[in-house]
């Protein structure tokens, strides 16, 4: 009996020996080699970042906890976040500080780094132009480095690290303006939040799919498209569906749109377009999305056209008028300074805002033009029609809003 007593002796001495097989000592603590984060701090002028307080923080996700270890006098830390993701790394001594983001997932990251000098962050957010975004968030992701804007919308961040970062905004308005994340140096910021694609939703039709020879509006505020001669889905952009037509009897109209733009003051129309073909050589202007009505009530058309309108080639406009006893005139048109290209997917979006009718081309202000009226009138009754021209063309996701967005809103759609 006595081997016995001396293998259940040695047990203990055995455990030992596998509990610390299984983990590694790094300076500032130990911990399991998972999900850790480790690595030493150096000063610009060499010297080791000694008793400098590290903190880990998630970007995003369920974990809240901020993680934090002190650096030995080698420089050296190690942090253990408990949840896998995205961390916000950070460090601050006096006038010197480190910011980065790290992926954190399931294995020993190692992080050497050197601070850098500090400045001050400062800027304003807006939800609109003119518009301050009162209590907006700003902040470098995970990190100690947050500042809530003022009624003003100001905000103030010190002792940031130089260098180029990224700027988490959160919206005060989720429901009006989108959160954004901006990449900036350390110098004044102005950003304008980019608009939610929601708000002031007068109609969305995505045509990924026909009830019958009807397209639905998939937010159910507009009427739905009703679609005549050979109009039909075809692959579109990012693997979803989109309407083709390929001459002048193949088209869609709302006959019913609700009057979502009866007595509006501003409104946004955008659409994804591919131009196939032109189908002519001669002088044009074909519309690809339009309220079009008879004895001059329309109310406008989003076009594409070809030496008119004083321009040479092809080009896109957007045409405007009230909506009674008007027709769509040269004079009254935004017109792009980029020509069409064919065969490629454009984001076109058009806004009018009382005073003026803007045009966009893949996110970026192409043009503008005055206009005398303030409020749409006789809109009510007059169809909205897709296409209904000799025009080869693929159509996707066109919206309509009771709003005029902003060109940061046309850039935000278009990369989104």
């Not at 309407?243 to 709302?254: K, N, P, Q, R, T």
Request: charge should be negative; hydrophobic fraction near 40%; proline fraction near 2%.
């Amino acid at each position: 009996m006595k081997p016995m007593k001396a293998l259940f002796a040695a047990l203990p001495i055995l455990g030992a020996g596998i509990f610390f097989a299984c983990s590694t000592h790094v300076a500032g603590g130990s911990s399991e080699e998972t999900n850790t984060i480790a690595g030493t701090l150096t000063l610009p002028s060499g010297e080791a970042a000694a008793r400098v307080v590290v903190q880990a923080q998630a970007v995003s996700g369920s974990d809240s906890t901020v993680y934090n270890d002190t650096t030995n006098s080698q420089g050296e830390f190690s942090i253990s976040p408990k949840a896998k993701g995205v961390y916000g790394l950070s460090a601050i001594s006096e006038d010197f500080a480190y910011y980065d983001t790290i992926s954190v997932y399931g294995k020993t990251v190692s992080r050497d780094a050197e601070l850098t000098k500090t400045e001050t962050l400062s800027g304003n957010v807006y939800l609109r132009t003119n518009e301050a975004a009162v209590g907006a968030v700003v902040s470098l992701a995970g990190s100690p480095w947050k500042a809530i804007t003022d009624e003003e919308g100001s905000f103030t961040l010190v002792n940031v690290p130089q260098g180029q970062h990224s700027i988490q905004v959160l919206s005060p308005q989720s429901n009006y303006v989108l959160n954004q994340t901006y990449s900036v140096a350390t110098v004044p910021a102005h950003w304008i939040l980019p608009l939610s694609t929601d708000y002031a939703m007068a109609g969305y039709w995505t045509f990924e799919s026909f009830n019958g020879n009807t397209a639905a509006d998939v937010r159910g505020v507009s009427g739905n498209a009703v679609l005549y001669g050979e109009a039909s889905l075809e692959a579109g952009r990012d693997a979803g569906k989109a309407l083709h037509f390929e001459s002048a009897s193949d088209f869609a109209v709302v006959e019913n749109d609700k009057g979502v733009l009866d007595s509006a003051k501003a409104f946004t129309v955008e659409a994804w377009v591919n131009i196939q073909n032109l189908q002519s050589d001669s002088a044009f202007v074909k519309n690809i999305v339009g309220k079009l009505g008879f004895s001059d009530s329309a109310v406008f058309s989003l076009s594409v056209l070809k030496d008119t309108c004083g321009i040479e080639g092809s080009a896109f406009g957007f045409f405007i008028a009230q909506g009674s006893g008007d027709s769509l005139r040269c004079e009254s048109a935004a017109i792009s300074r980029a020509a069409v290209e064919i065969g490629s997917w454009t984001y076109l979006a058009a806004s009018w805002s009382g005073d003026s009718a803007k045009l966009y081309v893949n996110g970026k202000f192409e043009a503008t033009v005055a206009t005398d009226f303030e409020v749409l009138v006789g809109e009510n009754g007059i169809p909205l029609y897709f296409g209904k021209e000799n025009l080869n063309l693929l159509i996707d996701e066109v919206r309509l809003s009771t709003t005029a967005i902003e060109e940061i809103d046309a850039l935000y759609r278009y990369q989104e």
